[in-house]
């Protein structure tokens, strides 16, 4: 009888911590009129919803109120979606600024700047020190500019053309 008794309580503290791990799974309701709006864009980007033409927040409100039983995309697929984007951009971001915006020269100090068609001279001095010298027509004028620059500075160990100027 005893063996029977502690077997019953066995099963019923197994089935509370059954309850119990299963309470904390389940989602709090959502309140949509409680969030802010960047909570709200977030929830909507979550489920795959995009709200075009949402000007106020009652907008918002009203899209998540009628998502709130959409499943939540996987995290790959999201991945997968920005990767594309990114792809459509050339390799670069949103704003510029990304990798296609130069090319590297041969020449230290040298950049090619893709929007101007120019070649860009920025010297490092000492100090972690930059100075801007201009944009140039030639790779070989802008590596010219950095190596006076470097030179009036005393570092000329630094200079692209070591014999020549």
């Known amino acids: 009888m005893a063996r029977k008794s502690f077997l019953v309580c066995l099963l019923i503290i197994l089935c509370s ?48 109120e009628e998502s709130k039983d959409l499943p939540i995309i996987e995290v790959e697929a999201k991945e997968e979606e920005t990767e594309a984007k990114y792809k459509d951009l050339g390799g670069q971001n949103s704003k ?4 296609g915006d130069f090319k ?23 100090g972690g020190q930059y100075k801007f010298l201009g944009n140039f027509d030639t790779e070989r004028e802008a590596a010219e500019a950095y190596d006076k620059a470097v030179r009036e500075a005393g570092e000329g160990e630094k200079a692209n053309f070591k014999d020549e100027l």
């Open 17 to 64: 911590a059954v309850v119990l791990v299963h309470a904390d799974e389940a989602e709090p309701p959502v309140n949509c009129a409680k969030m802010r709006t960047k909570q709200l864009r977030t929830f909507l980007e979550e489920r795959g919803v995009e709200c075009k033409g949402c000007a106020e927040k009652s907008d918002f409100v009203q899209l998540c």
């Open 96 to 99: 510029g600024g990304g990798a």
């Open 104 to 126: 590297q020269s041969d020449y230290r100090g040298v950049k090619y700047v893709e929007a101007s068609g120019q070649w860009r001279a920025i010297a490092d001095l000492a």
